[in-house]
C-alpha cells in the first residue's frame, strides 16, 4: 500500500468516526428530533454570525435547494429564524431562535466533552500536538486550490 492509499484511509477512517460521534450527540438532544446536517447548519449560522442563506449554504458546500429545505425545517422547529436583509429584501438573513442557541450549545457540550474524553488516551504533549496539527491541516486545506474552499 503507499502513502496516498494510507492518507486516504486515515481521513476516511477520522471521518467516519467523527461522523458517528457527532451523529450520536445529535439523537440525544434536548428532546428535540435534529439530524447531523441540521447541526451542521445551526452551527455555521452561529459561526458566520448573521450569514445570508446562500453564504451558509456555500460554506457548508450544499445545494441551495436542499439547504432551504433543511432550513425551513428548522425554522418549523423554532430553532432558525430568517429575516429580510435590511438593504436587500430579496436576501434572507438566518440567525439562531433562543431554542436554537440553547440546541447548538448543548452539542457543542456533547461533543466537546467526547472529543475530551478521546484525546484524555493522550498525553499532554500528545493532545497539544493533535490539536496544533488539526490547525494546521485546516489552514492549509484552506490554502490549497484543490479543497476545501467553501468554509472560507
Do not use: W, Y
Request: aromatic share 4%.
Amino acid at each position: 500500500m503507499n502513502e496516498q492509499q494510507d492518507l486516504r484511509g486515515m481521513f476516511l477512517v477520522l471521518a467516519r468516526r467523527f461522523g458517528f460521534l457527532t451523529e450520536q450527540c445529535c439523537d440525544n438532544c434536548c428532546g428535540t428530533e435534529i439530524s447531523l446536517q441540521q447541526s451542521h447548519i445551526l452551527f455555521e449560522i452561529k459561526r458566520l454570525n448573521r450569514p445570508s442563506v446562500q453564504e451558509a449554504a456555500n460554506a457548508l458546500g450544499v445545494d441551495i435547494t436542499t439547504f432551504s429545505r433543511q432550513v425551513k425545517a428548522l425554522a418549523e422547529k423554532g430553532l432558525v429564524n430568517k429575516t429580510p436583509h435590511p438593504d436587500d429584501n430579496r436576501i434572507q438573513v438566518l440567525t439562531l431562535s433562543a431554542q436554537g442557541e440553547a440546541i447548538n450549545s448543548s452539542l457543542d457540550r456533547q461533543v466537546n466533552h467526547h472529543l475530551r474524553q478521546v484525546l484524555s488516551h493522550l498525553s499532554e504533549f500528545e493532545r497539544e500536538s493533535v490539536i496544533r496539527s488539526i490547525g494546521l491541516l485546516n489552514d492549509a486545506m484552506l490554502k490549497s486550490d484543490s479543497c476545501c474552499s467553501p468554509l472560507r
